[in-house]
């Protein structure tokens, strides 16, 4: 169905991919797994011609797609055989509301009306989209909209669908429903797919083979993820037990795993330490309009401790943050860090009591240079030179001459968290830092936010990173908190929270604790 | 089932038409009396249908604008001198501007007229805008401009982005507690939400293309060529056509006619050979040409109408009357909530 032939793509000189020699069959769901910048979305784009018709760059080799070389057939003359989701499928929306944007791709088609009718109603109920057929795109939540743009792909009865990432910005809920989905489109409908995802753990069990890149090899998923620097929990926890065939989904995992899990101890208890109260809310509540974003929120979190805020999309988690943080909206309740209410001072003395990491950190950066928004740093918190630069040099190695996006995402967020940190805030609050990292750049940013004095707050989806960092969790729903305590607790009591290990072992939750107790 | 956004449009057109034609404030107000009512009624439930609301404060801005102008500047002047303001002595290069100076009874009921001529055109505008979104007119043309609308709508939905990405920015520029204001502030905002909606068009366009935007299979060049000549000679037409009747109206109406015989014959030519469709395209049923019809009436008759009324003299003061044709061609215009309540 896709046949890559000695394909090479380079990139100002750069080679991206190289001499990649692929075949991906008819009906099969393949996952592409690697390193960020190991030319994941670079091989996706190829697929329907957007590398290099579109982004430029040279493709050496031949791209097969049904039969049709994409040397001569540009994206959209391939939009009949592939359908394309990529990262961000907002940004990518040309209509403003559901129907219309479901029918698209058939418009550009020119398919008669009535066939046009006939595959948006299928498509509005393959998808469990019926009920919201007229609301406005911008209303609906990140899972809807993630399954409006796999909709709007399929319309067009594509042979091959493409998926960049569909699940990065999801909870762990709707993540589950996009996939539900994406795996009725291979089995009933027989359809190519080809999907990038980081989260391993949420993708690997669908997949059919696995394709790891940058060397270009393709297999059966759980003998590819076993030699590949990014793996999901499962795949990390067989490499230590040495189970042999490698399994990819917790169901294969959990029939292996009775003899390690006589052979582990009971883990030991975390040490409860009375820690100083830095930050404390008491009945926070934010208001939009008719809409309780946050309904009374009563927190104390100590020095040095590690709170992960979890929850849905829209569960009231970035509203909380910024209104902690005191810039954003606070209907009512107090904030104190320490003594002081961080809403009632300047912004240039509230971020060294409290710091955010938005959700979108290059907002930050507008400087050309990293060297120059360090220095920048440095004199807006009346720190000495060089105090940004040296926390940065303690969490990645980057030039200083390097434009700030060009930095990859792991580094960007490293350099904008230097910037926040610059300011020695008591408390420092991140909405959804994983976003974009791999396994390895994650592992860096527990290990960075581990050494820090200051009280950590952190919205995300991402319950592996959760497993690995926090010390608490607090779980929101509706904008009220239903769960709140040690991190072992909340976690492996929830079904959907619960890590990968923790659901193959009980009370352990990373493979790292795993390998200590052996 | 939604009325054609063409025939809303045309029936406020109507309406606006109509009210271009007289400073008779009972007319006028009868005008936006009868455009709210049928927004109040008609309008769906939609994220555009607020925007009324916004039409109408913009009117009443125009009404006060044009109210000050007329104090400060002068203008139409008359026997009733209410107050006169301090005259800033000018040139005598600059006779017939006056700036200050006394400001009449008259005059004042005369620029309020106006105002509310600007503001009464402005909510017909409005009323359109509630009930028909604007983007789903553009999906009403010709096959052939087909690109042409997509890639309006689209460049519709940029100005609400740069706003939302521009609070953005300002929120996180806060965060670093960069409280930089004028020249520095416009750097510091403008290179991230410039950056961001570059990127967004970039992803945008890479979603286009690969959804088949300005696909060309199956036509031959010969084709496209052929099809681009009919379309772009057919709206030159047009344009001539145009040009000639605001020039000479003798000229201008065989030039108009000939002009869009060419533009719908060159439309209809290469339409035939675009392979794009509409997904549940507006249709003109009979209740969508009732509607606009009953703008279209109100508008012809106060077009046509020499009723003195329709100015009412402001110089002597006159209580102005209500001209009965005019008044009820206005109210025929409320024909659309009749209509739309049967529907």
Redesign the interface.
Same mark, same amino acid.
Not at chain 1, 362 to 366: A, I, K, M, T
């Given at each position: 169905m896709i046949r890559f032939e000695n394909v090479t793509i380079t990139y100002a000189e750069r080679p991206v991919l190289a001499n990649v020699d692929v075949e991906i069959c008819e009906g099969e769901l393949c996952l592409v797994v690697g390193r960020t910048g190991a030319g994941k979305s670079t091989f996706l784009?190829a697929i329907?011609g957007?590398v290099p018709?579109?982004s430029g760059g040279t493709l050496r080799g031949r791209v097969l797609v049904d039969g049709r070389d994409t040397a001569h057939h =540009? =994206? /959209?003359?391939? @939009?009949?055989v592939?359908g394309?989701v990529?990262q961000?499928p907002v &940004? $990518?929306?040309? @209509?403003?509301n559901v *129907?219309?944007e479901l @029918?698209?791709?058939? *418009?550009? !088609? $020119?398919?008669?009306?009535t066939v046009?009718?006939k595959r948006?109603e299928e498509t509005l109920d393959l998808l469990g989209l019926a009920a919201l057929r007229d609301r406005?795109l &911008? %209303?609906l939540s990140g899972g809807q909209q993630q399954r409006v743009a796999i909709g709007?792909?399929l319309t067009?009865h594509p042979r091959i669908l493409v998926l960049d990432e569909p699940t990065s910005a999801l909870d762990p809920g709707a993540a589950e429903d996009v996939l539900a989905a994406v795996q009725r489109l291979v089995h009933d409908l027989g359809m190519t797919v080809v999907i990038a995802e980081h989260r391993l753990e949420r993708v690997a069990q669908y997949a059919d083979r696995a394709l790891l890149l940058p060397q270009a090899e393709i297999g059966e998923v759980g003998a590819v993820l076993a030699k590949s620097p990014v793996a999901p929990p499962v795949v990390r926890l067989a490499r230590v037990a040495g189970w042999s065939p490698v399994p990819v989904s917790v169901r294969d995992a959990r029939r292996q795993a009775a003899s390690l899990r006589a052979r582990l101890p009971e883990p030991a208890a975390e040490p409860t330490e009375n820690l100083k109260p830095v930050l404390h809310t008491e009945n926070v509540t934010v208001k939009y309009g008719d809409v309780q974003a946050v309904r009374g929120v009563s927190l104390s979190v100590g020095a040095g401790e590690r709170v992960a805020l979890m929850g849905r999309n829209g569960s009231g988690k970035s509203s909380l943050l910024?209104a902690v943080?005191g810039?954003?909206k606070r209907t009512s309740g107090t904030v104190a860090v320490g003594t002081t209410d961080p809403e009632e001072l300047? =912004?240039? &003395? /509230?971020? /060294?009591k409290v &710091?955010?990491v938005?959700q979108?950190p290059?907002? !930050? !950066?507008?400087l050309e240079t990293v060297a120059e928004e360090c220095a920048q740093?440095d004199t *807006? %918190?009346g720190r000495p030179p060089g105090t940004c630069r040296k926390l940065l040099d303690g969490l990645v190695q980057v030039p200083d001459d390097t434009h700030p996006?060009d930095l990859s995402e792991g580094q960007r967020l490293a350099l904008v968290l230097a910037?926040?940190l610059t300011?020695t805030p008591d408390v420092l609050l991140l909405d959804e830092p994983t976003r974009g990292l791999d396994h390895p750049a994650k592992e860096a940013l527990a290990g960075v936010l581990k050494g820090l004095d200051s009280a950590v707050v952190l919205a995300t989806h991402d319950v592996e990173f959760v497993a690995e960092y926090a010390s608490r969790v607090v779980v929101l729903a509706e904008g009220e908190v239903v769960a709140d305590g040690p991190a072992r607790e909340v976690v492996t009591s929830s079904p959907i929270f619960a890590p990968q290990v923790s659901k193959i072992l009980g009370p352990w939750l990373t493979v790292a604790d795993v390998e200590a107790a052996l | 089932m939604r009325l054609h956004s063409g025939a809303w449009w045309l029936w406020a057109l109507g309406l606006a038409t109509a009210a271009g034609r007289t400073t008779n404030p009972l007319v006028l107000g009868l005008v936006l009396a009868v455009a709210g009512l049928v927004v109040v009624t008609c309008r769906a439930n939609t994220p555009w249908s607020g925007t009324y609301g916004v039409f109408l404060k913009f009117g009443l801005m125009v009404i006060a604008l044009r109210v000050l102008l007329h104090v400060f500047l002068g203008g139409t002047a008359g026997p009733t001198t209410l107050f006169t303001l301090p005259q800033v002595p000018l040139p005598t290069w600059a006779r017939g501007i006056r700036i200050g100076g006394p400001v009449t009874a008259e005059g004042l009921v005369f620029a309020l007229y106006q105002g509310l001529l600007l503001a009464t055109i402005l909510s017909c505008v409005g009323a359109a805008n509630a009930l028909a979104n604007p983007k789903r007119l553009l999906r009403s043309l010709p096959a052939a401009l087909y690109e042409v609308s997509v890639a309006v709508v689209v460049a519709l939905t940029v100005a609400p982005q740069l706003v939302a990405s521009a609070r953005s920015v300002r929120k996180a520029r806060q965060l670093r507690g960069d409280t930089a204001r004028g020249a520095r502030a416009i750097r510091t905002m403008l290179v991230p939400v410039l950056e961001d909606a570059l990127d967004r068009s970039l992803v945008l366009a890479a979603s286009m293309d690969a959804r088949g935007y300005g696909r060309t299979a199956g036509i031959s060049t010969r084709d496209r060529l052929l099809t681009g000549t009919l379309v772009l000679a057919g709206l030159f037409g047009f344009c001539i056509g145009t040009y000639g009747l605001l020039a000479d109206v003798c000229v201008g109406w065989p030039l108009l006619a000939i002009g869009g015989v060419l533009a719908v014959a060159g439309l209809r030519v290469g339409a035939r050979r675009v392979p794009r469709t509409r997904y549940r395209p507006d249709r003109w049923t009979f209740r969508a040409v009732g509607v606009a019809c009953s703008g279209m009436i109100a508008a012809a008759a106060l077009v046509f109408s020499g009723d003195p009324a329709l100015s009412p003299s402001t110089v002597p003061l006159q209580a102005p009357e209500l001209p009965v044709v005019p008044a009820l061609a206005v109210l025929l215009a409320l024909l659309p909530v009749v209509i739309v309540r049967e529907a």
């Open positions: 784009r329907n957007l018709h579109f =540009p =994206p /959209r003359e391939l @939009a009949d592939v394309f990529g961000d &940004a $990518g929306f040309v @209509a403003d *129907e219309d @029918a698209y791709s058939m *418009e550009s !088609l $020119g398919l008669p009306g046009m009718r948006v406005p &911008a %209303t709007s792909a067009a910024w943080q810039s954003g300047k =912004p240039k &003395a /509230r971020r /060294r &710091a955010l938005p979108q290059q907002d !930050l !950066l507008y740093a *807006e %918190t996006r910037v926040m300011g | -």
